[in-house]
């Protein structure tokens, strides 16, 4: 699974120049800070963290890049077991619905880390995908609302998040 998801990363990113650019409010590097509601197992928690992208035009209303991201959340499973830090690594996919806002979907791959008192941690990976909206508040300046689901592997369950953000272009 993960040699799949690398392959799929791998080929956006080799294939990415190919792509037009042009000077749409959603295309280049980005950055931004995100928080919001974190669920797993029934128990549900505050979740915060940080993602970085970039957005290359496919066409006038076609967007496409890769993009990845690190959180934390406060989501404990039962005492002395708690979730740590999230990592992930996406494609997105987006169209422009208005010069100002657009709509995208993503998928990825996802590791997180659990921490269990007197006993470790161990990490689960698994797939990532989500969608969203994105606001054009200014040139540089952007707010975002997006669901993310994280599916783990053996069997292990998986992970809601809905998150709010505001981030910066270059």
């Known amino acids: 699974?993960?040699?799949?998801?690398?392959?799929?990363?791998?080929?956006?990113?080799?294939?990415?120049?190919?792509?037009?650019?042009?000077?749409?409010?959603?295309?280049?590097?980005?950055?931004?800070?995100?928080?919001?509601?974190?669920?797993?197992?029934?128990?549900?928690?505050?979740?915060?963290?940080?993602?970085?992208?970039?957005?290359?035009?496919?066409?006038?209303?076609?967007?496409?890049?890769?993009?990845?991201?690190?959180?934390?959340?406060?989501?404990?499973?039962?005492?002395?077991?708690?979730?740590s830090r999230d990592l992930s690594a996406s494609v997105r996919l987006g169209y422009i619905l208005t010069p100002?806002?657009?709509?995208?979907?993503?998928?990825?791959?996802?590791?997180?880390?659990?921490?269990v008192a007197g006993l470790g941690s161990t990490n689960l990976e698994g797939v990532r995908y989500g969608g969203g909206v994105e606001f054009a508040v200014t040139g540089n300046t952007y707010v975002s609302a997006e669901y993310q689901r994280s599916e783990y592997e053996n069997n292990a369950g998986g992970r809601d998040a809905g998150v709010v953000g505001i981030g910066f272009r270059f």
């Not at 974190?38 to 970085?52: I, P």
């Not at 100002?100 to 921490?115: H, S």
């Open 1 to 83: 699974m993960k040699t799949v998801i690398f392959a799929a990363l791998a080929a956006a990113a080799v294939s990415a120049p190919a792509f037009a650019q042009d000077a749409a409010p959603f295309t280049g590097p980005r950055a931004g800070v995100t928080l919001g509601y974190d669920k797993m197992a029934g128990e549900d928690g505050f979740a915060y963290g940080v993602s970085t992208g970039y957005d290359l035009a496919v066409t006038p209303k076609v967007t496409f890049g890769p993009e990845v991201a690190f959180s934390d959340t406060t989501t404990s499973l039962a005492p002395g077991a708690e979730i």
């Open 100 to 115: 100002r806002v657009l709509a995208f979907g993503k998928v990825g791959y996802a590791t997180t880390r659990f921490e």
